[in-house]
């Protein structure tokens, strides 16, 4: 079987990389990091204008219609550009939540909005530090109104819409609701992380408006569900930005001389950069196995995104830091530009729990595999 992409997606890729290359280079990323604005208006819109925003979403429902493969290739170029966009809370967590549990009526109305980037979507689970579980949720959803809190939600501050995990009428199980963050009772309280590129806000509501998405009570296995999709999207982005930190510290290294010699030429080096390409290599590998679990709907899915997940985590940390330390001393400072991939690999091993979790969903995942 070939995981590998085709001509058509490969040609994709090529398009999303001479694009990004010239409306995300790093001095974008720069803009939002030094400056106020929480994200690049203009590059988002852009981006919607090439309908990447479409990209799975049905044609009925004003999207593209075509498959996660495409999307996966368009996650590896947006993380290898570290785009300041809220692409991923948007389109692997919003649109998917609605596309898994929305009704007609709420599809209808929202995904063509999402589909154009007209309207944002962010996803608001976590209310804390620690796991979340269905066992531990505070906010409340009880006869369509919504109250508490939930703590770093990505791009909060500039989403119109929210899908928020609260527990159940009654307090038993969990259920998704869909809230506009514009309605009565919503606070919304920008909050500042290690990437600063990409916006997070603490939400807060009080007697909210909001549309129960799903089944009341059967939240959690869909949340379960929804972050098994996600996680392979994510993973895609950090594949990209991997290779893209790699790519950066063996050109810093091939361009740094010292004593006569360019410092890609001594083993501590080499050693470094080989131990990067052998971790991406492994992470694109098992983001094939992912995107094909996603894109066919596999019963492997939660198998193969935990797998891709805890690999692309691992492969991404690893080539950033290995960024900044092949640029020696001057990776450290603000002037360079190692800091973004820095920044972006953390912030996206923890954005739908953490690699720990993510263990833990693997190794439950391959229990039951061998079980059967």
């Not at 819409?161 to 009772?185: H, P, Q, T």
């Not at 919503?186 to 909210?208: G, K």
């Not at 890609?264 to 971790?279: E, N, T």
């Not at 996206?348 to 720990?356: K, P, R």
């Amino acid at each position: 079987m070939n995981f590998e992409f085709s001509d058509e997606q490969n040609l994709l890729r090529d398009q999303a990389r001479g694009f990004l290359g010239t409306h995300c280079p790093m001095s974008k990323v720069r803009a939002v990091l030094d400056g106020d604005e929480p994200t690049d208006r203009a590059l988002w819109e852009k981006i919607a204008e090439l309908g990447w925003t479409a990209t799975a979403i049905p044609e009925e429902f004003g999207g593209l219609g075509l498959s996660y493969l495409e999307l996966a290739v368009i996650a590896e170029e947006l993380g290898r550009a570290v785009a300041p966009v809220p692409f991923s809370s948007s389109v692997y967590l919003a649109t998917e939540a609605l596309l898994l549990t929305g009704s007609r009526a709420q599809k209808e109305k929202w995904l063509p909005k999402l589909a154009g980037g007209e309207t944002i979507g962010a996803f608001a689970m976590a209310e804390g530090p620690g796991r979340t579980t269905a066992t531990n949720l505070q906010t409340t959803a009880d006869g369509g109104v919504l109250n508490g809190a939930k703590a770093a939600v990505a791009d909060g501050d500039v989403a119109d819409i929210a899908v928020v995990v609260s527990k159940a009428d009654g307090g038993a199980g969990a259920s998704l609701s869909l809230v506009e963050l514009n309605a009565d009772g919503v606070s919304i309280q920008p909050q500042r992380t290690l990437d600063f590129s990409r916006s997070h806000a603490r939400l807060e509501f009080t007697d909210t408006p909001a549309e129960p998405l799903g089944p009341p009570g059967q939240g959690w296995a869909l949340v379960e569900k929804l972050l098994d999709r996600a996680a392979v999207l994510f993973a895609w982005e950090q594949v990209g930005g991997a290779e893209a930190a790699l790519e950066m510290a063996k050109a810093y290294a091939l361009g740094r001389y010292a004593f006569g010699r360019p410092i890609a030429s001594y083993q501590a080096i080499k050693h470094k950069l080989a131990h990067a390409y052998v971790k991406n290599t492994l992470a694109r590998s098992n983001g094939y196995y992912g995107a094909w679990a996603l894109n066919a709907n596999a019963p492997e899915l939660p198998l193969a995104a935990a797998t891709a997940r805890v690999s692309a985590s691992q492969a991404y940390y690893y080539a950033s830091k290995e960024n900044i330390q092949t640029h020696g001393g001057m990776g450290y400072t603000w002037e360079f530009d190692c800091q973004f991939h820095y920044r972006r690999a953390k912030l996206l091993s923890v954005n739908i729990g953490s690699e720990v979790q993510w263990q833990d969903k693997l190794v439950r995942a391959l229990e039951q595999s061998n079980a059967a």
